[in-house]
């Protein structure tokens, strides 16, 4: 199956710094990838969708600002967190459909932990 | 504002119980899926269905799509301690984006 691969698996950093997470498809090429947010024991919850070569397109609620994505390429998309305060730590995951594998071709990352002190 | 509920959010049973998970919604989706995840890893897809009223089987998981593609149900047969894990629905709209359900966390006690 295809592979999507998601770094740094685990961050910590201090209040005030950016952090940068990638996100590649390995075997195939992603027009479109999307980034999720989970808190501790909840659900996924959509924040944006990533268009190469253009414009995120943010879900409602998530800061544009904050949360800077970017896809430059077919094959990856990064997410940075702006300034980062407590309050952005959380387990973020990544996914990118390919289009080879029909009604089941959304493939996630494995996620980043992120940890702001 | 989550479109997808889950019920029961938490259940904790004893090996050999059997289940079942129930996830709502009062959108019409075009498929809808049932994904698996561990602590710390991201989800894994368990099955995806497409058709009102379609039901799959997968060893003793059984996943069954509403008639109005509405709601969905998983229900596990004689659950196992391998078995433990939060079981997220998820619904799509002809799109490729993913509308996660609320989550449900089992534990299955030996």
């Known amino acids: 199956g295809a592979v999507v691969s998601q770094h740094p698996s685990r961050v910590i950093c201090k209040s005030g710094t950016s952090v940068k997470i990638e996100c590649r498809s390995l075997d195939f090429q992603a027009t479109t990838m999307f980034w999720y947010r989970q808190f501790p024991k909840k659900s996924l919850m959509l924040m944006a969708t990533s268009n190469e070569g253009s414009k995120a397109t943010y879900e409602q609620g998530v800061e544009k600002d904050k949360f800077l994505i970017n896809h430059a390429s077919l094959t990856l998309s990064t997410l940075t967190v702006t300034s980062a305060h407590p309050e952005d730590s959380s387990f973020y995951i990544c996914s990118a459909p390919n289009q080879d594998f029909g009604n089941e071709k959304l493939f996630f990352g494995s996620g980043t932990q992120l940890s702001v002190l | 504002t989550q479109l997808l509920e889950q019920s029961p959010q938490f259940l904790s049973i004893q090996e050999g119980e059997n289940l079942t998970v129930y996830c709502n919604s009062s959108s019409v989706f075009s498929s809808l899926q049932w994904y698996r995840q561990e602590p710390g890893e991201g989800p894994v897809l368990l099955v995806t269905v497409v058709t009102g009223g379609e039901v799959k089987k997968l060893k003793r998981l059984t996943f069954q799509f509403g008639d109005a593609r509405k709601d969905s149900s998983l229900h596990i047969t004689a659950a196992q301690p391998g078995d433990t894990g939060l079981y997220l629905c998820?619904?799509?709209?002809?799109?490729?984006?993913?509308?996660f359900g609320t989550g449900t966390r089992l534990q299955v006690f030996p």
């Open positions: 998820a619904g799509s709209y002809n799109t490729d984006k993913l509308i």
